[in-house]
């Protein structure tokens, strides 16, 4: 069974940088080719991807939110995390991590609860 379990970084403020880790069991974030990936949805929005991280370490990001956003992985936890950086109230949002197959019949498999994070000072 596939688990993956975000960290809860709770409030932060305006201007600071977001760090988020995802904690996965039941696999490994080393092989096969899937994308471990972060997404939110903010308040009375849709559900965006953020970015990813390949089981070879490459990443991939949402081009709107590339420019202050890196993932990166620590093998030996089998985690992966989020650095958002210069936050805004509008990065309000719940946060997930989720194991992404890029198979015909895949997608965003599996799940983590979701995390809220809360951008105010």
């Known amino acids: 069974q596939v688990q993956l379990q975000e960290s809860d970084p709770g409030l932060v403020k305006p201007s600071q940088t977001l760090s988020l880790s995802c904690t996965v069991s039941?696999?490994?974030?080393?092989?096969?080719?899937?994308?471990w990936s972060w997404l939110r949805q903010p308040p009375g929005k849709g559900l965006e991807w953020i970015g990813g991280?390949?089981?070879?370490?490459?990443?991939f990001y949402s081009p709107s939110l590339k420019s202050h956003t890196s993932i990166s992985r620590d093998t030996s936890k089998n985690q992966f995390s989020l650095q958002l950086s210069s936050v805004t109230p509008e990065d309000t949002a719940v946060y997930y991590c989720a194991r992404y197959s890029p198979t015909s019949t895949g997608g965003f498999e599996y799940w983590g609860q979701g995390t809220q994070v809360t951008v105010s000072s």
């Open positions: 039941g696999d490994s974030i080393t092989i096969n080719d899937y994308l």
């Open positions: 991280i390949g089981n070879d370490g490459s990443t």
